[in-house]
Structures are given as C-alpha cells and as structure tokens.
C-alpha cells in the first residue's frame, strides 16, 4: 500500500513550481453536532496537513482516496499529517480525504475541488517518443474554453529534475497552444509529471495533469543491421532497435513478415512469426520465387514498451522468376553468337572469295584518262617491229 496522503504533496509540488493552480478545500463534518476538529489546512511547502481540536486525542488516522483509485491510510498521534511523496494521483479529478478520531465517530471529511469555469480544461492529452530521444505532447483546447485561452505545459521527468515549462511549443492556426516538442529526453524509471494550465482574460481555466511511465509511450526503433543469408535455408540475423534505457538485449520479442513478392496480391499470404532471439531460419525457402522481409520489435518482460514499434525497410531475397527468364534469354543469345562465329571461321578457312564473286568492272575514271598526246607519245615509243622477208629457192632440174 502506497504511503497516504502522496496527493497533498503532489498538489504542494505543484502550487510551487507552476503557475497557481484555482482550486479549493471544502470541508464538512460527519455528526449532527459541531466537529471539534476545526481550521483544517494544509502548509504545502513543508507537506503538512494540519488542524485544531477542542479535545485531546491520542490518535488520529488519515485517509486519502482518489476518484478512480482506492483509499489510503495513515495514523498520526498529533493533530498534524506528515506526508511522504510515493503516490501518484492526478488532481484535476479532484481528491478527497478525511482526518478520524478512533473509536468514535468523530471525523472531518474534506474535498480538493479544482477551480474554474467547467469544460476550460484541455482534453485528449497525449504523448509519445520516438528516434529514441523526441518527444511530442498534444493536446486540444477545452470545448467550453473562451476564444482567447492559452495554454501552458510543465513538466518534470523525475522528482530529482527540475520542473520544466515546454520550450517549442504547437500552435494551431488560432496561435493557440496545442502542443509541445521535446529534445534529449531521457526515460527514467519513475513516472513523470504533466500539467496544463491555462489563462484567459474572461474567467477562470481549469488545469490539467497527469503521470507518465515513459518507457510505455515510447515506439521502438526498427531492428538493426538485418541479414539475410541464403543456401538450402535462409538465416535471418539482426540487432536490437535502439533505446535510451535498456541494454538487455533480452528484453525484446520481434515479429518477423515475409511476404512472396512474386505471388498475385489478392493471393498474397503473410508468413509472420515471433521470436525472442535474434536470429530466424526461414525453412520454405524456394529459390526460384523472391521475397520481401521486415521485422519489428516490443518490449517483453522489462520497461520497455509492449506496443509493437516501427517496421524496418523491406529487404529482398531469393533469385524470382524473371531472373531464371533472364538466363534462358541470355543463354539463347549466346548460343546464337557461337554458332555465327563457328560458321564464319568454316566458311574463311575453306571458301574463297575471289573464286566465288567475280570482280565487279569499274567505270573508266574520265577525270583521271589519258590525253591523245600521252596516247601518240605511247604509241610512237612503241618497239618496232622488222618485216618480215621470206626468200624462195627455185632450182632448174635437168
């Protein structure tokens, strides 16, 4: 059980380090007759819940309870409750408690009622981390909210930090503060603590708050430095998304989805799996299709957020069909290529040109033609040629 009244001190911590929260403590008693605790009030800065009695009792207890948590108690032997801050309630809800006389019926009960005009307060607050280190915190403005409302985010990460107004703020197109951006942020163990206050000229704006374990609004990186290597199987590795709070790479579970890209999308079927370790065998692996992988990861069994995080980009793997009709296609064009230059060298080795093609004759070349004068000098340089004489011998016979 939580220690009692850690709402007191939440509402302290709250008046001092932000803008004055509107709020109130109306309290009644619980008999007929007049109570004798009276002037119940509450030092805010020293945590003390305090009051007077008109009798000496040896023992008081307190108890606390918020509107959606059980109550608290604590017993005290002086009219004054010192508080410890270990819960954690919200306060725009309001809060109640009461101080008791044991063993009788004495007892002054008392409500913290938040101030301001009803429907001012923001609603739909949220926020998330992501890259590890952002955070964004929206919000939208209160539906009853005057038109001239602003309003203003504090925060603080743990109860050893200090409390811190938004730096960057979002506006909508009004200029009206709709939201918040954070830098370096860093997830503690302990749950932080968020208020929206608000300012208008025209009346009162309720505030706003509430804890945060940051670990359960931050979305996981995607995995790491995914492989995939492939023979009869295919072995599928990875490293753990990237945290600012958690070095135990046991603390993930991953979900893997592998999907065959070469499959008609209404016929398409998601292979998923979940793991715990950082490496898959993939055993339907079949060469001739292509496949498409990602992988994405949650916390499991540490603080770390159970909301499955980002999926990785997809990574593909396996050779696919167009691949096997590239190849045949390459192998017929190279089959092609050979048998063309087989018969190129055949037809080389043992034809001949010249005997098969004629020489085409080429027209007289009139600009290049010899002159009469190269004809005459030709002709006269000629060798001449002796006639020939041929004698005959007659002899007279007798």
Not at 68 to 89: A, I, M, W
Request: with cysteine; glycine share 4%.
């Amino acid at each position: 059980m939580f220690d009692s009244l850690g709402f007191i001190s939440m509402i302290w911590w709250s008046m001092m380090l932000f803008h004055p929260l509107h709020a109130d403590i109306q309290c009644t008693g619980s008999e007929a007759q007049e109570s004798p605790i009276t002037n119940v009030t509450m030092n805010w800065r020293k945590m003390e819940l305090s009051w007077e009695s008109s009798k000496n009792f040896s023992k008081y207890k307190c108890t606390v309870m918020g509107r959606d948590t059980g109550s608290v108690l604590k017993e005290v032997n002086s009219p004054l409750c010192r508080v410890s801050v270990e819960q954690h309630l919200p306060l725009h809800k309001g809060v109640f408690f009461t101080i008791e006389v044991p063993n009788t019926n004495i007892s002054k009960n008392c409500n913290f009622i938040p101030g301001g005009m009803n429907g001012s307060a923001i609603e739909n607050f949220s926020c998330v981390i992501y890259n590890i280190s952002l955070m964004n915190c929206t919000w939208q403005a209160g539906r009853d909210a005057p038109g001239d409302t602003q309003y203003f985010l504090y925060w603080q990460n743990s109860r050893d930090d200090d409390a811190m107004e938004c730096e960057l703020y979002i506006k909508d197109e009004n200029g009206r503060n709709t939201g918040c951006r954070f830098k370096n942020v860093s997830i503690v163990t302990e749950k932080s603590y968020f208020l929206v206050n608000g300012s208008s000229k025209d009346s009162l704006i309720q505030f706003y708050d509430e804890y945060i374990q940051l670990y359960e609004i931050e979305i996981l990186t995607p995995p790491l430095n995914v492989t995939v290597i492939c023979t009869k199987d295919c072995i599928i590795t990875w490293q753990p998304p990237l945290t600012s709070h958690v070095e135990n790479v046991n603390c993930f579970q991953y979900e893997i989805r592998i999907q065959n890209k070469d499959e008609p999308k209404q016929e398409k079927k998601d292979h998923l799996v979940k793991v715990r370790k950082n490496r898959y065998e993939f055993q339907n692996y079949n060469e001739k299709k292509k496949y498409i992988l990602k992988i994405r990861a949650r916390g499991k069994s540490c603080l770390v957020s159970s909301v499955w995080g980002e999926w990785s980009g997809p990574i593909e793997f396996g050779q696919g069909k167009y691949y096997f009709i590239f190849v045949i296609l390459f192998l017929v064009a190279l089959g092609t290529i050979s048998v063309a230059l087989i018969q190129y060298c055949l037809f080389k080795r043992y034809c001949s040109f010249k005997s098969i093609f004629s020489p085409i004759p080429q027209p007289r070349d009139k600009f290049n033609a010899s002159t009469d004068e190269d004809i005459q000098t030709e002709y006269v340089n000629l060798p001449k040629k002796s006639p020939t004489e041929e004698i005959t011998m007659v002899e007279e016979m007798t």
